[in-house]
T-cell receptor, first 113, second 111 residues
């Protein structure tokens, strides 16, 4: 069965430090991969997506992610975190007709000043 | 910009009540989805629809039904609400096999 694993439930980083959020997926075919962010009390906003082509994808708010097929990973990175990045981040894989999403459990990012 | 709206941000219902959650999108998307979000579990798909009057079960359809009479509207129905259906419900829409756009969510409490 398809699954997405986000190994870190919580991560705390200092403002200005670099960030990497991990995501591993299990899916037999070439996946469509997504990172979404959810601020408190809000819906989900798409940060970036990978469908095909260049394995390093750029997103909004200075985020990027790299698809590594050999490791079944799609880790999210940001070189310098801002306090406004504090939120919950979800990795997802799109499967089947209609591109249904299977989500990871999420990683809560805290930013300390 | 795509806009997905949900009828209520907060809802409190009693056990056994019939509950309707409404979702409307304004971008002529074929696909619409209902998820529930619980801490530590991420989002789980309840139902989705890829066309008017078409629906398919997701991973956790038990206790729920859906209705899609018009392309822009997708309703989630709890036939007889139970306390274990207390959750955040998120609606989304997408154009074919593209990214999904999410509404703000409805936090449902069943007493």
């Amino acid at each position: 069965a398809q699954s997405v694993t986000q190994p870190d439930i919580h991560i705390t980083v200092s403002e200005g430090a670099s960030l990497e959020l991990r995501c591993n997926y299990s899916y037999g075919a070439t996946p469509y991969l997504f990172w979404y962010v959810q601020s408190p009390g809000q819906g989900l906003q798409l940060l970036l997506k990978y469908f095909s082509g260049d394995t390093l994808v750029q997103g909004i708010k200075g985020f990027e992610a790299e698809f590594k097929r050999s490791q079944s990973s799609f880790n999210l990175r940001k070189p310098s975190v801002h306090w406004s990045d504090a939120a919950e981040y979800f990795c997802a894989v799109g499967i089947g007709y209609g591109n249904k999403l299977v989500f990871g459990a999420g990683t809560i990012l805290r930013v300390k000043s | 910009d795509v806009k997905v709206t949900q009828s209520s941000r907060y809802l409190v219902k009693r056990t056994g009540e019939k509950v309707f959650l409404e979702c409307v999108q304004d971008m002529d998307h074929e696909n619409m989805f209902w998820y529930r979000q619980d801490p530590g579990l991420g989002l789980r798909l309840i139902y989705f629809s890829y066309d008017v009057k078409m629906k398919e079960k997701g991973d956790i359809p038990e206790g729920y039904s859906v209705s899609r009479e018009k392309k822009e509207r997708f309703s989630l129905i709890l036939e007889s609400a139970s306390t274990n259906q207390t959750s955040m419900y998120l609606c989304a829409s997408s154009l074919r096999a593209n990214e999904q756009f999410f509404g703000p969510g409805t936090r449902l409490t069943v007493l």
